[in-house]
């Protein structure tokens, strides 16, 4: 054995030893540093005749790359291992929780309203507003219902002692029909809108509250009747409720703004729960949903129109009532307590924009 | 308006069932809301012999009956009733059978230990009267084990009608038969109007002063009737009708309103002075009514009045001083026809509604008053005995109804029906239409309601079946739908469901609050005048009231966390402004492993709502200042307003004052904000083209400058400052630190402002950012602020 192997053998077994990174590199220093074994070998190439350099040469540089190698190897397995180590050591239960964020919600009539305006505008319907406040020409008057009338008694009015400039009376709209009239005194036909908003009656039970929402539909134009009524009544309740199995049913009524005048049931089915569901082209009974008719010549000619040339319809309808009878709520009070437990409940996301390829219903 | 299928049939001949009745009074318009059969609800109970009583072994007040039920063994039955005794002849109902009046079921039980297989029922446990000191004792020949319904006379349905306010012909039997008849569920039977045979001239004198309330008023008297109880088949009539008999005089006219729809008024003649007048109220004047209550008619009402004043009101209510009683001999009738304004607006002045009026106020045939006088001088004739005097015609009822100059088409025009000339004119002339031949349409004057073509064609159609209006498509237009959503729908939608994403929940609140709350909101603008209740007065001039109740309400309920909103308007007096309120209570982050101790809410997190909404909302947000509150709710140094310029206020935000905590009950942290949705301004219209955009190819660079300030300059002032010390190299200046205390002077604070710098073409050489560098000290300088050593 030569000098060179044995210090080969001797530097391997030293870095084979080396338990850490500072422990090998003291190994490296000793051997390849300035003043390292390995080092002071390849100095002495410098002072041999060509023809030792010829025997010691290739046997020292082996020697070097050997030990070089060594080194290497062992660094990256002293490295892994010191990762592996790492990691270990930073292990979390991964079942903690994390914080869910806020979780917000639409209000039901609000999602109503959306779907309403969702449907609507697939059959041209625009979305029309009015005041709240309203006059009593607007809320009654030009609605056929004059003074002494008793439909006027049954609506429960709420009034203010103020009066408007034209000397009417101002109370809270007992309906959104208001929105009819304002709507053909300010654009010429055809008409094609739904009203939805807050109505107000005074009158408080289990079912009913003082104020409620309603939409109002209006349609006014040349040629249209009682049968574009009906397939309209259909069409948006056959959408809304998502069934295409729903059966209405007109029954002869009257409110006095329309002539003729309609009141509309659909047919509903029980649950295995016994709840009422709406559809079923077999009903179990019938539950009234809507009021409707053919606008009356009266109001028409009120709002500046001439009856013989533009006729339509118009119907109303409350929106808490739909969103009960699509989303099974019991108790309309609900509706207005602001109580998180029933709006987290009863709510929707806010990404459940109804759209017509979506579904209008979440 | 309630009849029974028996008091239906006096009008129409018909062989119709119940069902089939009921079905065709909803499908013509007539709405039924409920039918009572109580043949249906009392069909299991019979009548049965009680043989013989003898005293329960273990009980004082029970006895052990046996009982012949007419089927079979006699009966055991332990019975508590006083007067169950062997002979009886009652009503037993079987085990298994339903009994109304308790709500139970009957079952085999042992009583005190004696078997006992059914029941002996009182009047109570059958729901026929309140009677319950025995069991029921029926005439002793009564037919063991017949149908107690049937010998009772209870056999006959009572059918409940909901009557539309146009149809006052239905307010009386035999307009609903009419209408039924035109249906074609049978014939209406011709009205037997009777001929009385008078002696004397009627010896009250009848004026009428008041034409204009009354214009026409008809009566006769009576002279010695027997004012007695009305005979049973009234009685019971009345009762299943939901009217409580009286006297028969009394009855008398109740039945002849309910039955032909004619209300009638009979005064006791010895209780008048002198004659009767149809005039208008007196001030000072006064009268008790039939129900006790004290009225002073004014001069815009119609009374009947004697010569001590007056005795009723005319078409509404009768007075106590003037009505009969048993020992009446002499009775005017009164059958008036009263104005139905005047009517509705009286009985709307004092509240009061009664029978009368209803019908008056919706007009009752004005051809009734000869008939209606004397059909009610036949029944007091029968009832009661006496001789009827001559009728008194004061006055003229207004006969003339409209002719309508009908087209045969608008069936089709208006109601989309086809429907043959023919069956048109045969549905009219059933209902009582005169139809010529050339389609003049005469309106019979029991129908006040119809007075145009769409009238006659909602007739043709309810009669014809409303279910035959075929389903028709309104047009379409071509292509796919149009939006319809205006700017300020789109609006509203994205706040809303930008809410709800940033983890608030909507809430719909009441749109009155109380005056209190109103107050401490800066008062509302808007009162009711009859509102429902005090909590629910004056409509809100801000959002923050409901909010911050249901906010209470939650946390009452243990909530820790309260994030609620609203859109909806505010009432103020120069209109209807639509809002977006949001309230945060109590903690924003509960308590957590990671981050520790809960963290309450503040008015940060209110201004970062506002600012989040208003984006979404379209608000130019970089343009938003950030200015003192306006109103008084605010804690007014924890608060302020988003603005776009002095006046244009978009949002309030902020912690509440103490006494606004205090106002609503709640002792947690709290912040708020109201959004003005119609503040905002609507975005400039465009196509949907963005403008030409490349990113910078280069790397901005960033350069952190801290201040002085003297403490009362806004951190705003200051970073728009320096925001735009050079408007090309600086895209951005944030605010990233905030420190006072060691080592900053007293009444001073540093801010430490990160800023950004976009190259352009070239990357920036040291000395172009120290230039840049130098223009920020420069500019902040303008604000006060020195660049911190």
Known sequence: MSETDDLNERLLADIASAETLPALETVRIAALGKQGSVSALLKTLGGMSPEQRQVEGPRINGLRESVSAAIAARKAALEGAALDARLASERVDVSLPVDAGAQGSVHPVAQVMDELAEIFADMGFAVATGPEIEDDWHNFTALNIPETHPARAMHDTFYFDERDANGHRMLLRTHTSPVQIRTMLGQQPPIRIIAPGRTYRSDSDATHTPMFHQVEGLVIDKGVTLGHLKWTLETFVRAFFERDDIVLRLRPSYFPFTEPSAEVDVGYTRDKEGRRVIGGAEPDGWMEILGSGMVHPKVIAACGLDPAEWQGFAFGCGIDRLAMLKYGMDDLRAFFDGDLRWLRHYGFAALDVPTLSGGVGA | ?789
């Not at chain 2, 009745?21 to 709405?31: C, K, W």
């Not at chain 2, 109304?100 to 005190?112: E, F, H, M, N, Y």
């Not at chain 2, 609503?664 to 963005?690: N, W």
């Open chain 2, 1 to 789: 308006m309630k009849l029974t299928l028996g008091w239906l049939k006096e009008h129409l001949e018909t062989s119709a069932t119940l069902d089939e009745v009921v079905v065709a009074l909803t499908r013509i318009g007539l709405e039924v809301e409920g039918v009572d059969d109580p043949a249906a609800r009392l069909a299991p109970f019979t009548v049965a012999r009680v043989l013989t009583a003898e005293r329960h072994p273990q009980a004082d007040k029970l006895q052990v009956l046996s009982v012949d039920t007419g089927k079979g063994a006699p009966v055991q039955v332990v019975c508590g009733a006083p007067n169950a005794r062997a002979g009886l002849v009652g009503v037993f109902g079987a085990p298994g059978t339903y009994v109304p009046g308790s709500d139970i079921t009957l079952k085999v039980a042992a009583i005190r230990g004696v078997e006992s297989r059914g029941m002996m029922c009182s009047m109570r446990e059958l729901q026929l009267s309140d009677e319950h000191d025995g069991i029921i004792e029926l005439p002793a020949d009564t037919p063991v084990g017949a149908r107690f319904a049937d010998v009772a006379g209870l056999a006959d349905p009572v059918i409940d009608l909901s009557i539309t306010p146009n149809r006052q012909d239905c307010m009386g039997v035999r307009g609903i038969a009419r209408d039924l008849a035109a249906a074609g569920l049978g014939t209406l039977k011709s009205l037997n109007v009777p001929a009385i045979k008078a002696s004397g001239p009627c010896p009250i004198d009848i004026a009428i002063e008041d034409e204009e309330g009354c214009p026409a008023f008809y009566g006769r008297v009576v002279r010695d009737v027997a004012n007695g109880a009305s005979p049973e088949w009234m009685q019971a009539r009345l009762r299943a009708v939901g009217q409580r008999p009286i006297s028969a005089l009394v009855d008398i006219t109740n039945y002849v309103m309910l039955d032909l729809g004619r209300p009638l008024h009979v005064y006791d003649v010895a209780k008048l002075s002198g004659g009767i007048v149809a005039r208008r109220g007196r001030a000072g004047e006064s009268f008790v009514a039939l129900n006790g209550k004290s009225y002073a008619p004014t001069e815009d009402m119609t009374v009947i009045a004697d010569a001590s004043g007056p005795l009723g009101l005319g078409g509404i209510i009768g007075g106590e001083a003037s009505g009969v009683s048993e020992t009446t001999t002499d009775v005017l009738i009164e059958c008036a026809w009263f104005t139905p304004e005047r009517i509705a607006r009286t009985g709307q002045a004092l509240g009061l509604s009664t029978d009368a009026r209803q019908r008056f106020e919706r007009g009752v045939d004005p051809a009734s008053l000869d008939d209606g006088l004397a059909i009610a001088t036949r029944l007091i004739k029968e009832l009661c005995g006496g001789q009827p005097s001559e009728p008194v015609r004061a006055g003229e009822p207004p006969l003339s109804t409209p002719i309508i100059d009908y087209d045969v088409h608008a069936v089709e025009v208006l109601g989309g029906l086809k429907v043959a000339p023919d069956r048109q004119r045969q549905i009219l002339r059933e209902l009582g239409f005169g139809v010529d031949g050339a389609w003049n349409v005469r309106v019979p004057t029991w129908r006040r309601d119809v007075d145009g073509i769409a009238d006659l064609v909602e007739e043709i159609v309810r009669i014809e079946g409303i279910d035959k209006v075929p389903s028709t498509p309104l047009p379409r237009a071509a292509g796919v739908a149009h939006p319809t959503a205006t700017p300020a729908q789109r609006m509203e939608r994205r706040v809303r469901r930008a809410a709800a994403a940033r983890g608030l929940n909507e809430a719909v609140t009441w749109s009155f609050i109380s005056e209190a709350e109103a107050a401490a909101v800066g008062g509302g603008r808007w009162t009711l005048a009859n509102p429902i209740s005090e909590d629910l007065k004056v409509m809100r001039p801000s959002l923050l009231p409901g909010l911050l109740a249901a906010a209470a309400r939650n946390l009452a309920r243990g909530a820790q966390s309260v994030r609620l909103f609203e859109v909806g308007r505010r009432y103020l007096a120069d209109g209807e402004r639509p809002t977006l309120g949001l309230v945060l209570v109590g903690q924003r982050a509960s308590r957590d492993w990671r981050a520790g101790k809960p963290q309450p809410f503040d008015l940060f997190d209110a201004k970062a709502e506002a600012l989040a909404l208003l984006a979404q909302a379209g608000a130019p947000a970089d343009r938003l200042q950030a200015m003192p509150p306006i109103s008084e709710v605010y804690h007014p140094g924890r608060a302020g307003t988003l603005r776009l310029g002095p006046k244009s206020v978009l949002a309030e935000f902020g912690e509440l004052h103490p006494n606004m905590l205090r106002a609503f009950g709640i002792d947690a942290p709290v912040a708020v904000a109201e959004i003005h949705l119609d503040a905002i301004p609507a975005a400039r219209a465009g196509g949907r083209m963005r403008d030409a955009y490349r990113p910078p190819l280069l790397q901005p660079v960033t350069r952190d400058f801290a201040f002085l300030v003297a403490a009362d300059v806004t951190a705003d002032a200051l970073v728009r400052a320096v925001r735009g010390a050079d408007k090309t190299a600086i895209v951005a200046a944030r605010l990233f630190d905030r420190f006072e205390g060691a080592g900053v002077p007293q009444g001073q604070v540093s801010l430490a402002v990160e800023v950004t710098l976009q190259p352009a073409a070239k990357s920036f050489t040291d000395a172009e950012i120290a230039a840049v560098s130098d223009k920020v000290v420069a500019a902040a300088a303008k604000v006060g602020a020195t660049l911190r050593g």
